[in-house]
C-alpha cells in the first residue's frame, strides 16, 4: 500500500476528495520507524544511484505557505550524501530570469547523472501563482502545460527519474501553523504577510493545482497528492515513494557496479603483471 496517492495521466481527481489529515492509521512512533527505516534503503540506493551514473533524479515539492516543503526535505534528503543531492529553491524570477522564457532558470538546475535534485518550488509556479495573480495573459499560461509536458518528457527520455509532489494541507492546518510561527522568535524569519494574502486566495491556488494535477501527471513524472498535516506522515509517504522509484533500477546498478569493477580489476592485474 503507497501512502502518497499517485495521480493518472488525465486524471479528474478533485483535492476535496483527499484527505490531508490521512495518516493510514498508524500512530506517529509507528510511522517515525517506518521513515526511518526507508531513509536507510535511500541511503544505500543514493550511492548506487551515484557511483552507476546511468540515471539522474528529479524530485518537485510543490505546496501551499507551510505546507512543509523545506521540512521534508531537511528530514528526508538531509541524511543522503550532500555530494550527490542538491537543493534549487525557485523564487520571485529576477528581471533577467524574467526576461527569458519560463523554463530557461529552470533547465539549469535539472540533476546532473548521478544525482538527486529537489525543487524547493519549481518551474510549476508559473502555471500557479502566475494564474492565480494574473502575472500572465491566460493565453501564455495555458500553452506552459504542454511545455511542461515536453520539458518532462526531454528530460525522461535522458534518464532523468521524476517525481512531483504536492504537499496537501488543511486550511486549519495553515492557520495554526502561521499563527505558531508568530509565537516563535526562532521561526521569525519565516513571517510573511504574503502567506495570509495567498491565504485569501484558497479555492484560487485549489483550481490551480488541480488543474497541474490532472495535466502534467504521466507514468514518466507523476504527481503525488501527499497528506501533509501531519508531518511525521507526510515524511514517510514522500520516503516511500522515492524509495518505491529507486528500487527497480538497484539490481541494474549493481550490476554495472561489478562489471565496472571487474574491469578494473582485470586492469589491476595486467599491470602488476607488466610492472614486476
Ligand atoms: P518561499 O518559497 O517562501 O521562499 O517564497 C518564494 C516565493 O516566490 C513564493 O511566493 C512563490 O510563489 C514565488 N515564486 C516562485 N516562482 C515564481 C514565479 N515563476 N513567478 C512568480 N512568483 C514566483
Ligand atoms: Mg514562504
Not at 544511484?49 to 505557505?65: C, E, M, N, P, T
Not at 518550488?121 to 494574473?134: G, I, P
Not at 484558497?202 to 513524472?221: F, I, P, Q, T
Request: include cysteine; charge should be negative.
Amino acid at each position: 500500500m503507497s501512502y502518497a496517492y499517485r495521480v493518472e495521466s488525465n486524471g479528474r481527481i478533485e483535492l476535496k476528495d483527499f484527505d490531508p489529515g490521512a495518516d493510514a492509521g498508524l500512530k506517529r512512533d509507528e510511522g517515525e520507524k517506518r521513515t526511518a527505516h526507508l531513509i536507510e534503503e535511500l541511503i544505500e540506493l543514493q550511492e548506487l544511484l551515484y557511483a552507476a551514473r546511468r540515471q539522474s533524479v528529479l524530485i518537485v515539492l510543490q505546496g501551499r505557505d507551510t505546507s512543509g516543503k523545506d521540512g521534508t526535505i531537511r528530514v528526508v534528503s538531509g541524511p543522503l550524501n550532500s555530494q550527490g543531492c542538491e537543493v534549487a529553491s525557485f523564487q520571485v524570477p529576477t528581471d533577467v530570469e524574467l526576461s527569458h522564457d519560463f523554463l530557461w532558470r529552470v533547465h539549469t538546475h535539472t540533476p546532473a547523472v548521478g544525482h538527486i535534485r529537489i525543487f524547493n518550488r519549481s518551474h510549476y509556479e508559473d502555471v500557479l501563482v502566475v494564474r492565480v495573480h494574473n502575472l500572465a495573459s491566460e493565453e501564455v499560461w495555458r500553452a506552459r502545460f504542454q511545455h511542461i509536458n515536453n520539458f518532462e518528457q526531454l528530460l525522461a527520455d535522458s534518464s532523468t527519474i521524476i517525481l512531483k509532489f504536492y504537499l496537501h494541507i488543511s486550511k486549519e492546518e495553515q492557520e495554526k501553523r502561521l499563527i505558531k510561527r508568530e509565537q516563535d522568535a526562532t521561526k521569525f524569519w519565516k513571517l510573511s504577510v504574503g502567506d495570509w494574502k495567498e491565504r485569501e486566495r484558497w479555492n484560487d491556488y485549489a483550481v490551480a493545482y488541480e488543474d497541474v494535477l490532472n495535466r502534467c501527471s504521466a507514468k514518466h513524472a507523476p504527481w503525488f497528492i501527499v497528506p501533509a498535516d501531519k508531518k511525521w506522515f507526510r515524511n514517510l509517504a514522500v520516503a516511500e515513494a522515492l524509495r518505491d522509484a529507486l528500487l527497480p533500477y538497484k539490481e541494474s546498478w549493481l550490476q554495472k557496479l561489478e562489471e565496472m569493477g571487474r574491469r578494473e580489476l582485470k586492469a589491476i592485474e595486467e599491470y602488476r603483471q607488466t610492472h614486476q
